[in-house]
């Protein structure tokens, strides 16, 4: 497969799913939107990935990219049926660009955090094999406030209600993280306004105690990950 994979900044890439993407021969196709660079034709693609960001859905005013990276989400999904994965900010972009909404979180939701999964998530592909409950990375401020019609709510959390989304059958989206890798709470500190909202929920110690609990849940992580990855691909195997 061809992915196309749409970036908001440099850190926040496909993390671990890299290397099962490797491993299994496809290949991705970073477009660095807060960079100036433009998506190639979908055409091109056989599947669309998009990224987490330190921006709002919408900011669209300040980073004038984002109306046009949801016309082309609402393209790849409603239009073509593309395979579509959405994480974070992706999660909400695919929620706007099929007419849901998104906004301010009461609070940020950030730290190694249970999600679990409703009824449909348990009984769905994307989700398929997880716990009822897991552990994942949470680092966000905003959340989809109403999911577009005919979208379905896969896994929630006391702090946010839609964790996970589905479109028909191709298209799906998760709030939390499970791509982590053993130095992404280092990188995504990096950034100004995660270190903020970091320091807000855990306090001047909060790179240090989200990288501990990090590295304690890796593992985790990882099988989580895999997992998502390989029922991701079950959901587009009519591409290849």
């Known amino acids: 497969m061809k992915i196309l994979v749409l970036q908001h900044i440099r850190v926040e890439h496909p993390g671990i799913f890299r290397s099962f993407m490797q491993e299994d021969g496809h290949q991705w196709f970073a477009v660095h939107l807060d960079e100036g660079e433009s998506p190639p034709p979908l055409d091109e693609f056989d599947a669309l990935w998009v990224m987490g960001g330190p921006m709002d859905v919408w900011e669209e005013e300040k980073y004038p990219w984002l109306r046009d990276e949801k016309i082309l989400i609402r393209d790849a999904v409603e239009k073509r049926g593309m395979p579509f994965l959405g994480l974070c900010l992706g999660h909400q972009l695919l929620a706007e660009a099929l007419g849901g909404t998104c906004g301010k979180a009461e609070r940020a939701e950030i730290g190694v955090l249970d999600v679990q999964l409703t009824e449909l998530g348990a009984s769905g592909i994307i989700l398929d094999d997880l716990p009822e409950t897991f552990k994942c990375l949470q680092w966000h401020g905003a959340e989809v406030k109403q999911m577009p019609s005919g979208a379905q709510c896969l896994a929630t959390s006391p702090e946010c209600s839609v964790q996970a989304m589905s479109w028909g059958p191709r298209a799906h989206s998760m709030q939390f993280h499970v791509e982590v890798e053993p130095d992404t709470v280092e990188n995504w500190a990096a950034i100004p306004a995660y270190a903020t909202a970091l320091e807000q929920v855990l306090g001047d110690e909060g ?34």
Do not use: G, P
Not at 211 to 233: G, H, P
């Open 207 to 240: 790179v240090a105690i989200l990288q501990t609990a990090c590295d304690e849940q890796m593992a985790s992580f990882n099988k989580l990950a895999e997992r998502v990855y390989i029922n991701w691909q079950q959901t587009s195997a009519h591409i290849r």
